[in-house]
């Protein structure tokens, strides 16, 4: 009753203070509370634009040869076992999604199609060379995919290349081939681009793929044309 009494005597002011004071408490947590989680988020923030370039700059660094053997490791990896193998060879899909993502972070396929496309690059606009590139190196996957379920990836040696130089702008690198108890040679051609090293050819036992495919599209569009080409390497499945 007496702690009735007392609230009963207390004044409209004293309660409008005592919720103020209240108020004010709640606020000041809160405030902290904002200034903190904004603050985490700052952080976060930072750490992304700090982590960021350190991956770019991580597979910037990558020499060609490491490259060339972080793709085959990888290639290897996700192809899998024979019985992977016989199962991936029912789902094209996947199949062409492990060769794609293997072969892309390196592969200047631009550069490629226009050597590919050679007299040719010119006489074509945007959109064609666009759509021809794309096709080819799609084109290029395909072949190579089901051939590689057939091939162990593993016996692929990549020979460690000489120091590069700052003058240095074009490079081969060596690899070789178990197959069938014969060695057989693969160099791959690499280019210094504004996206770092890349490779835009593959020579196998001296046999160019950039000649070879050149030499079979520029009659093919000498027949029947560019857009008849590209057209063709669209539909193929």
């Known amino acids: ?3 009735l ?9 004293d309660l409008d203070l005592t919720v103020s004071q209240e108020q004010e408490t709640i606020i000041h947590k809160w405030k902290k509370h904002k200034s903190y989680t904004f603050m985490i988020k700052k952080f976060v923030i930072l750490m992304a634009f700090l982590i960021m370039p350190i991956l770019s700059h ?29 199962r991936l060879e029912n789902d094209k899909e996947e199949l062409y999604s492990i060769i794609d993502s293997t072969l892309s972070p390196y ?27 794309e096709g080819l190196y799609q084109s290029l996957v395909k072949s190579y995919a089901l051939t ?8 692929i040696k990549v020979l ?8 240095i702008k074009k490079l081969t690198v060596k690899s070789e081939v ?23 050819d593959v020579r196998i036992e001296g046999v160019s793929y950039i000649k070879n495919y050149r030499n079979q599209f520029d009659a093919e569009i ?9 057209e063709r390497l669209e539909s193929e499945d």
């Open 178 to 200: 178990l197959y069938k108890g014969e060695v057989i040679p693969m160099n791959f051609s690499f280019g210094l681009f504004k996206d770092g090293w890349r490779f835009f």
């Open 222 to 230: 000498t027949a029947v044309g560019i857009d008849a080409v590209i």
């Open 148 to 155: 590689l379920l057939n091939f162990d990836v593993s016996n």
């Open 58 to 86: 991580a597979e910037y660094s990558l020499l060609p040869d490491e490259m060339i053997a972080s793709s085959i490791e990888s290639m290897n990896n996700q192809l899998g076992d024979q019985e992977n193998k016989r």
């Open 107 to 133: 592969f200047q396929k631009q550069y490629a199609g226009r050597l590919v496309l050679n007299k040719h690059w010119t006489k074509t606009n945007t959109d064609q060379r666009e759509r021809f590139t």
């Open 160 to 167: 460690p290349i000489v120091e590069i130089t700052d003058q």
């Open 1 to 3: 009753m007496e702690t």
């Open 5 to 13: 009494r007392q609230l009963k005597k207390l004044s409209s002011s």
